[in-house]
């Protein structure tokens, strides 16, 4: 076991494949916060403080992100995550997933449900996204542009524009947010090169077998947040057994724990202290 605290540091978790970084405070029953793409644990401040007086947090950085290795093999981030909580003995827990990271729970609900007692996503349905919006399609196309060419400001710029979403301009959304997803997200793309393979393997029919998910799922999701990512999230829980949409956080759009971390704990309070013993 290892030991924890009130505001542990970072600790670190060898795999055949490099390490990955990971916090771990608090005790209680285990909650999992799994950031979004191209960001980092730190995303989760907030809700770390907040929880870990009531529950053991444990809030990872997936692999290639933040202070976690590179992947140099194959790999699935839900096999990662199992592994990591097998490490930690801990589980059943509750994940919870922003974006990437509800992709990453509900992966590992499939892949491994002995170590899920429940999933929160936000912004997503499963790691197998659509995007049929014309506002989505276009801001991934600038992304793509910009990785084309290695221009790593402008795909960083249009990487930002999902903070505001479709109904705002990045004026509108609080400077200290963009912050610290513009330092994240340039923390994560200086680990990698243009040249590098991609060793991710991707879980397969993960909305086909979603009907097969048999513990609570919640979605909590920002309420101005794109189309494409409310209509995924509200997918989801409506294909699994035991699924309900808390409502949507006002002002706030693709990271709803951000913008109005308030509002966001609060939902995710309810649905923690409504789950069956």
Same mark, same amino acid.
């Given at each position: 076991m290892v030991a924890r605290d009130a505001r542990s540091r970072t600790l670190s978790f060898s795999t055949p494949d490099g390490a990955l970084a990971y916090r771990d405070t608090g005790t209680g029953q285990p909650v999992v916060l799994l950031h979004g793409g191209f960001l980092d644990h730190t995303m989760w401040e907030a809700q770390i403080d907040a929880f870990a007086p009531h529950f053991r947090v444990i809030a990872p950085d997936a692999r290639g992100h933040g202070a976690s290795a590179n992947a140099t093999r194959p790999f699935r981030p839900a096999d990662d995550l199992a592994a990591l909580l097998r490490h930690l003995d801990a589980g059943p827990a509750v994940l919870v997933g922003l974006s990437m990271g509800g992709g990453v729970a509900v992966d590992t609900a499939l892949e491994h449900p002995g170590r899920v007692r429940a999933l929160v996503v936000s912004g997503v349905g499963t790691s197998e996204p659509f995007f049929e919006d014309p506002w989505s399609q276009e801001v991934l196309a600038a992304q793509q542009r910009a990785l084309a060419v290695g221009d790593v400001e402008g795909w960083v710029a249009a990487f930002l524009r999902f903070a505001a979403g479709p109904h705002r301009g990045l004026d509108e959304v609080g400077p200290d947010v963009l912050e610290?997803?513009?330092?994240?997200?340039?923390?994560?793309?200086?680990?990698?090169?243009?040249?590098?393979?991609?060793?991710?393997?991707?879980?397969?029919?993960?909305?086909?077998?979603?009907?097969?998910?048999?513990?609570?799922?919640?979605?909590?999701?920002?309420?101005?947040?794109?189309?494409?990512?409310?209509?995924?999230?509200?997918?989801?829980?409506?294909?699994?057994?035991?699924?309900?949409?808390? *409502? +949507?956080?006002?002002? $706030? @759009?693709?990271?709803?724990? /951000?913008?109005? *971390? +308030?509002?966001?704990? $609060? @939902?995710?309070?309810?649905? /923690?202290?409504?789950?069956?013993?």
């Open positions: 610290r997803l513009r330092a994240m997200a340039l923390r994560t793309v200086a680990k990698h090169t243009a040249e590098e393979p991609d060793h991710l393997v991707p879980v397969r029919d993960t909305w086909q077998r979603a009907a097969k998910i048999d513990v609570p799922v919640l979605a909590l999701n920002g309420a101005l947040d794109s189309a494409d990512h409310l209509a995924m999230a509200d997918r989801l829980v409506r294909a699994v057994s035991d699924g309900r949409a808390a *409502p +949507a956080v006002e002002g $706030a @759009a693709h990271y709803p724990n /951000l913008e109005n *971390p +308030a509002a966001f704990n $609060a @939902a995710l309070t309810n649905f /923690l202290r409504a789950l069956p013993e």
